[in-house]
């Protein structure tokens, strides 16, 4: 099924789909081909194309400079909106929960509290021994953040515990976009390779849009749809510019 430009909101996620994953990711660069071809899809679409990234926005605007495409960073936590303004994702983090989790790691000597831009983390790296403690204390901080209104969830990672906002994935990336008015009304199509898509594909289907996972078939996907590879998605989206063909 090809949908009509004017009635699609196209969200792409940017490496393992749009370019090829490098060893190092400071050395990923879109070509002038790829570049024209998102711009010629933002443009018959009425504006209505995002980058969906766990990068950050500047990072996505080196990789596509000087073209500055709508998009999602962070996972979410930064909006490039279509015309240009960009917000950061709301959700507040009182200080009081701050100060709670700064004095409470007092106790564990080697532990620490990261501020991220977005959220919490809580390491114990250098005190395993900490862990129940410190996993104790972020359950605390989630309940206190509860209460206040805020909607957390708490990761555990590597020696490590994060508190983020519920809606930082890209799922929540795309359901935000798909509330501007450019974007909003049309049906939503997602492609993405990783396992942060899923949150995108889960998102999509939810509203009844279109998923395509790109990489080797048969892996777990919530995505209804396969793309091969790199160049299969660069030939998708050119079928997009020309149905007919
Ligand atoms: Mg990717």
């Not at 701050?98 to 114990?124: I, Q």
């Not at 805020?150 to 519920?166: A, Y």
């Not at 799922?171 to 450019?182: D, E, F, K």
Request: charged share 25%; hydrophobic share 40%.
């Amino acid at each position: 099924m090809i949908l009509p430009l004017r009635e699609t909101a196209l969200f792409l996620d940017v490496d393992g789909t749009l370019l090829e994953i490098q060893d190092q990711p400071d050395a990923v660069i879109s070509d002038q081909r790829l570049t024209d071809l998102l711009t010629e899809l933002q443009t018959r679409s009425g504006g209505a194309l995002a980058l969906v990234s766990g990068r950050p926005i500047e990072e996505i605007d080196r990789i596509f400079a000087p073209r500055v495409f709508c998009a999602a960073g962070g996972h979410g936590v930064e909006l490039r909106l279509p015309d240009g303004v960009q917000e950061t994702h709301p959700t507040r983090l009182p200080e009081s929960t701050v100060g709670l989790l700064h004095a409470g790691l007092e106790d564990y000597p080697g532990t620490f509290l990261e501020r991220k831009s977005h959220g919490l983390a809580l390491h114990y790296r250098a005190n395993p021994q900490a862990r129940e403690a410190v996993h104790e204390l972020a359950n605390s901080a989630l309940a206190d953040l509860t209460r206040l209104g805020e909607q957390f969830e708490l990761l555990s990672g590597k020696m490590v515990f994060e508190l983020v906002p519920h809606d930082v994935n890209k799922g929540g990336a795309i359901n935000r976009l798909m509330q501007h008015p450019v974007f909003a009304g049309r049906t939503p199509v997602f492609v993405g390779d990783d396992v942060t898509d899923e949150y995108g594909f889960k998102a999509v289907n939810a509203l009844g849009g279109q998923t395509l996972k790109v990489g080797v078939a048969g892996s777990a996907t919530a995505a209804r749809q396969h793309l091969e590879d790199v160049d299969a998605v660069h030939r998708w989206l050119r079928g997009l510019l020309d149905p007919a063909a």
